[in-house]
């Protein structure tokens, strides 16, 4: 065998070699693209699988701090909070069960958002619960306002009590003062008189009219009086009442000849009148008469005059019939 024979045979073996080297190559490459594809893919899955899990301890476990944050002394808030504190945890774990094998992870997404709108009810709950919060302080302070005010009010009215009770026991006192006052004006202003003088007399036969003392021949008495000087009384007309009081002590009254009663001082007690005389007062003395001739017959003894101006006693005199 020539040299060259020999090189074309090793040419040819190599040649075979190289295409079998090419062929086990593209076998190996191809082989292990196949079979790096379910690794890449269960990779991905474990990968994810990984992440939602996170993502849900992450949520779970923030509601339930969230709904422990709205936990109060309401009762029937925090029925609710147990109710979905138990829907959150039963949420997890269905998504806890799903998740363990890689074919459920679509339900296991499903069931995440679920899970995540009961964790968007929670946040709900929260922003309810504080605007409720708020809207609580805001009470509260206006409560406490009002209590302040009314407490001032109290104290307010606790004061005016004091001071209308001052006030009315100063009314009084200022009242019993006025009376006081007016009594001493009234008794002040009551105009005196003196020289009270009765005379008995018997009617003539002519008409004409004769002074006597005896009691069984008189026909009637003449009482006449002298007004006295009061500077606080002005000049006009003054009545007076005089009452003639019999022996046994009985006022001489007949309605029909005028007499009458008239209100004793700043009393209201009243008394009877024999009659009644007006005078035309002046700081001057002025002589007032009657002559009363009741048509009865006098009993003997001695009677008494008083003479009253503004109900006060102004004076008082006698006579006697025999």
Known sequence: MTQQSSQQRLLALATVAIIALLGLSAFLIYNKVNMDKPYKKQSAELIEQTRLKAELEKEYYEALSDLEEVRGSNTELNAMIETQKEELKKAKSRIDALMKDSKDLGKAQEEIKRLRALVAEVEQLKQQNAELQAANTQLTGERDELVLVVEQQKVTNEQLSTEKANLSSANEQLSQQNQNLSSKVNVASAVKVNNITAVGYKVKGSGKEADTKKAKTIDGVRVCFMTTSNDIVPDGQEEFYLRIIDPLGQVMAIQDLGSGNFKVGNSNETMQYTQR???????????????????????????????????????????TLK
């Open 277 to 319: 005389v007006r005078v035309d007062y002046a700081q001057e003395p002025k002589e007032g008469c009657f002559n009363w001739q009741p048509g009865v017959a006098f009993a003997t003894g001695t009677y008494t005059v008083e003479v009253f101006n503004k109900g006060f006693m102004s004076g008082k005199g006698s006579f």
